[in-house]
């Protein structure tokens, strides 16, 4: 059994400069409260990777906005100027790595992969420094793993022993993060008995999940 921590302690469990993985695809399936907490705590110079920065002063952005984040991993910042402007002025430094790519190299950390081949990016900027490599003819760029000291994602449904179920779209990247980090923060729209989410419908295992976000408290 994982008793569920408040979103303020386990948001101090991150140091200054910690790298974080933090699901979602434009706010989407991301965890806003974790997100709320480590604007509220000041963490700082923190190295993000995520598939976007979300918007101005929503999701992701909201980090971006504080001056929070000093290095960004994502595969676009197309709907944040802030992100942009702050790339520009180098007070952020952005890798810009396709979805497809990014998805990847977080799934190679998690499951052992020594990197993926992949022909997304040859002949482009994405090959810049990178070890191309020829199979029966055909060049392929190796992409390595992306690994990270905190995961924080987000999960329809938890139950006690940290077992996680997604819902549709909000899925995203977050089961595959939850394997790539050393520590996995979750917050979840509901915390069920254990038993309610049925085994087939388990994606994250309770096993890699370190600890759950107690529910918000209701206001009446």
């Not at 569920?4 to 469990?13: D, G, H, P, R, W």
């Not at 806003?32 to 700082?44: E, F, K, Q, Y």
């Not at 709907?79 to 520009?88: G, H, I, R, S, V």
């Not at 996995?184 to 976000?213: K, Q, R, Y």
């Given at each position: 059994?994982?008793?569920?921590?408040?979103?303020?302690?386990?948001?101090?469990?991150?140091?200054?400069?910690?790298?974080?993985m933090?699901?979602?695809?434009?706010g989407?399936?991301?965890?806003?409260?974790?997100?709320?907490a480590?604007v509220?705590?000041?963490?700082?110079?923190l190295?993000?990777?995520?598939?976007?920065t979300?918007?101005?002063?929503?999701?992701?952005?909201?980090?971006?906005?504080?001056?929070?984040v000093k290095?960004?991993?994502?595969?676009?910042?197309?709907?944040?100027?802030?992100t942009?402007?702050?790339?520009?002025?180098?007070?952020?430094?952005?890798?810009?790595?396709p979805?497809g790519?990014?998805?990847?190299?977080?799934?190679?950390?998690?499951?052992?992969l020594g990197?993926?081949l992949?022909?997304?990016?040859?002949?482009?900027l994405v090959?810049?420094?990178?070890?191309?490599?020829?199979?029966?003819?055909?060049?392929?760029?190796?992409?390595l793993?992306?690994?990270?000291?905190?995961?924080?994602?987000?999960a329809?449904?938890?139950?006690?022993?940290?077992n996680?179920?997604?819902?549709?779209?909000?899925?995203?990247?977050?089961?595959?993060?939850a394997?790539a980090?050393?520590?996995?923060?979750c917050e979840?729209?509901?915390?069920v008995?254990?038993?309610?989410?049925?085994?087939?419908?388990?994606?994250?295992?309770?096993?890699?999940?370190?600890?759950?976000?107690?529910?918000?408290?209701?206001?009446?």
């Amino acid at each position: 059994m994982k008793k569920a921590i408040s979103v303020e302690a386990a948001i101090e469990l991150i140091p200054n400069g910690a790298s974080l993985m933090i699901g979602g695809f434009m706010g989407i399936g991301s965890p806003h409260r974790m997100i709320d907490a480590l604007v509220a705590a000041g963490t700082s110079n923190l190295t993000i990777i995520a598939n976007d920065t979300g918007k101005p002063n929503y999701g992701i952005g909201k980090l971006i906005s504080t001056g929070q984040v000093k290095h960004v991993i994502a595969s676009h910042i197309g709907l944040n100027p802030e992100t942009q402007a702050k790339m520009f002025s180098k007070d952020i430094t952005v890798d810009l790595v396709p979805q497809g790519n990014l998805a990847e190299r977080i799934r190679a950390a998690g499951f052992g992969l020594g990197g993926v081949l992949v022909q997304t990016g040859i002949g482009t900027l994405v090959e810049e420094g990178k070890r191309v490599i020829n199979i029966d003819g055909e060049d392929w760029l190796l992409e390595l793993p992306i690994f990270a000291d905190f995961a924080l994602i987000h999960a329809h449904q938890a139950d006690y022993l940290g077992n996680l179920a997604y819902q549709l779209t909000a899925t995203n990247f977050n089961p595959v993060m939850a394997m790539a980090a050393k520590v996995v923060l979750c917050e979840a729209n509901e915390i069920v008995p254990i038993g309610m989410i049925s085994p087939n419908d388990v994606i994250t295992p309770g096993a890699i999940v370190t600890e759950l976000i107690s529910m918000p408290h209701k206001h009446h």
